[in-house]
């Protein structure tokens, strides 16, 4: 891992324990109480890399908190460096299963994932954001009608991300034909790694699922 600069090791030192969701060892986290006064909308976004993305959400929606997680500190020190004065944006620097496992239920209204790692290899399994304990947990801390936001430029992630998500029941892909799928469904900024997707010429699938409510609908 590259080394950080004393200027972003001090980021981290300074600004990070202030914006940092630390999960207690038993009690469930309410994330609407991560701001005061507390948030009506929660939105999530994990892995978020050097935070282009999430810093553009935030700035766009400055009525809902925006959780980030990331356990990569010169992505964290990155968004550290560029968000300036946003105060509607908490940081995780952890685990995402972990952050979720915590989470309450039924308690965050929109979740991203741009880019997630596909850890293709057998021996990666319980490292993938597609296996199925995340899909579960996804589908306990999401609103009914919530929607799950994924990017990727890897056909085997979005192959496995499309039949974990079937097999959990409680959720349904959002597209009606293929320009669902090929387009965001909002403009932002591409993200970096979506740069690299782009310079090498790989397709990308924005892959958009509703948190269905208990009646299936
Ligand atoms: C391919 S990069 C994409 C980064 C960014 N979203 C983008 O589009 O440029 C995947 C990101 O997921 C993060 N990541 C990997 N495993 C994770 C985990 N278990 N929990 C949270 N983030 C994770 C990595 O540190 C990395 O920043």
Redesign the pocket.
């Known amino acids: 891992m590259r080394k950080l600069s004393p200027e972003r090791e001090a980021l981290l030192a300074d600004k990070l324990p202030g914006l940092r969701v630390t999960l207690g060892e038993n009690e469930s986290l309410d994330p609407s109480t991560l701001c005061m006064p507390p948030a009506e909308t929660v939105r999530l976004e994990?892995?978020?890399?050097?935070g282009?993305?999430l810093l553009h959400q935030a700035l766009e929606h400055p009525e809902c908190l925006h959780i980030g997680?990331?356990?990569?500190p010169a992505?964290v020190a990155r968004l550290l460096a560029d968000m300036g004065d946003a105060d509607n944006i908490r940081i995780y620097d952890g685990?995402?299963?972990d952050l979720l496992s915590a989470l309450k239920p039924a308690s965050i209204s929109r979740c991203y994932m741009?880019?997630?790692?596909p850890w293709p290899k057998k021996r990666h399994g319980k490292?993938r954001?597609t296996r199925m304990e995340i899909v579960e947990q996804l589908a306990r801390i999401l609103k009914q009608g919530a929607e799950l936001r994924i990017a990727t430029d890897s056909g085997v992630f979005a192959g496995w991300m499309l039949a974990n998500m079937r097999r959990c029941k409680s959720f349904v892909w959002d597209a009606g034909c293929s320009r669902d799928w090929r387009e965001p469904r909002e403009s932002y900024p591409p993200?970096?790694?979506?740069l690299k997707a782009r310079r090498g010429e790989r397709a990308v699938m924005y892959l958009n699922f509703r948190r269905l409510d208990d009646n299936g609908l």
């Open positions: 994990i892995g978020f890399g050097a282009e993305h997680c990331e356990p990569y992505g685990d995402a299963f741009m880019f997630p790692d490292r954001m993200t970096r790694y979506e």
